[in-house]
């Protein structure tokens, strides 16, 4: 069974830094398609940055040059390093796996099929 786990959640000011973490197991991040997403309490979930199969990215426009998703393939781990936070990020950040013959179109979240627990980012003004 896949399973996803998420760290690096924190409470940080304004401008400062994160980086989230997601361990699979049973999954390999190399070659697949996967994505961090996030969401608030009454709101919808939201695509933030994917990694395609040949490890291109793709970030929502409020991310776009501050965060970066990238993978390592001896530590078998995605990441998100998130620069210069804004309260607006304040959210649950999942990460989301997609079956290895599937590459989800942009952040269509029901084409993942594998999602983590969460790790929640708070930042303050």
């Known amino acids: 069974q896949v399973r996803l786990a998420e760290s690096g959640g924190d409470s940080v000011q304004a401008g400062g830094s994160l980086r989230l973490s997601c361990a699979p197991s049973?999954?390999?991040?190399?070659?697949?398609?996967m994505s961090w997403f996030r969401q608030v309490p009454g709101k919808e979930r939201e695509g933030v940055a994917r990694i395609d199969r040949d490890g291109v990215p793709l970030y929502a426009e409020s991310v776009k040059g501050r965060f970066t998703i990238s993978r390592d393939a001896a530590k078998n781990t995605l990441f998100l390093q998130m620069n210069t936070l804004k309260p607006d990020d304040t959210a649950m950040y999942y990460c989301?796996?997609?079956?290895?013959?599937?590459?989800?179109?942009?952040?269509?979240?029901?084409?993942?099929?594998?999602w983590g627990q969460g790790t929640q980012v708070t930042v303050s003004s």
């Open positions: 049973k999954y390999t991040v190399s070659g697949n398609c």
């Open positions: 989301a796996a997609a079956e290895p013959w599937l590459c989800p179109v942009g952040f269509r979240f029901g084409e993942y099929s594998y």
